[in-house]
T-cell receptor, first 116, second 116 residues
């Protein structure tokens, strides 16, 4: 069964509004979660690493004020797309790892965001 | 330089035949991990198989096997006895360590179509 739960699975919002996406680890504690963005027919691009109890680590080129990440507990990380614009429309997917560094990433089912 | 390279944007295979999806990687970290994921049209990322850089034998998981050629830095995925349900995007990924921090990198993907 799923070990990472992501909600919502899809969302449509108006330009200028903010959208929050939740990522939960089920039955395990995740001190680190990863947020990816995927454009149609393209690969996954790492946006940021979410660290429980501390600031997220953003990849180069990702606006931290646009994509707010909060990892307030060991089972929940949230990504808020602030003042969304149509170019933010994309597939956002979170992941976490159980166990050692050689363990695979387990992914949520992703959130398809459409900004109109 | 690209960390992970998948040179086959699309592949076709006849049902019940075997198919090889190519993946080459680049890293200076002696301890790394290689992963393959399947992404159906629904969007979720499904972990298939893992190969550690120090593993002496090629990894196998049911119909999936990994042809690991360390000197060539290649980690090709072999799917035996293809099924219609194998039609999906396939991503090769690598975990290595930079500045004492683990990162996952994904290739551009290969779209596999299994023909009846």
């Amino acid at each position: 069964g799923a070990v990472v739960s992501q909600h919502p699975s899809w969302v449509i919002c108006k330009s200028g509004t903010s959208v929050k996406i939740e990522c939960r680890s089920l039955d395990f504690q995740a001190t680190t979660m990863f947020w990816y963005r995927q454009f149609p027919k393209q690969s996954l691009m790492l946006m940021a690493t979410s660290n429980e109890g501390s600031k997220a680590t953003y990849e180069q080129g990702v606006e931290k004020d646009k994509f707010l990440i909060n990892h307030a507990s060991l089972t929940l990380s949230t990504l808020t797309v602030t003042s969304a614009h149509p170019e933010d429309s994309s597939f956002y997917i979170c992941s976490a790892r159980i166990g050692t560094e050689n363990s695979p990433l387990h992914f949520g089912n992703g959130t398809r965001l459409t900004v109109t | 330089a690209q960390k992970i390279t998948q040179t086959q944007p699309g592949m076709f295979v006849q049902e019940k035949e075997a198919v090889t999806l190519d993946c080459t990687y680049d890293t200076s970290d002696p301890s790394y991990g290689l992963f393959w994921y399947k992404q159906p049209s629904s969007g979720e990322m499904i972990f298939l198989i893992y190969q550690g850089s120090y593993d002496q034998q090629n990894a196998t998981e049911g119909r999936y096997s990994l042809n690991f050629q360390k000197a060539r830095k290649s980690a090709n995925l072999v799917i035996s006895a293809s099924q219609l349900g194998d039609s999906a995007m396939y991503f090769c990924a690598m975990r290595d360590r930079q500045y004492n921090f683990n990162k996952f990198y994904f290739g551009s993907g290969t779209k596999l179509n299994v023909k009846p």
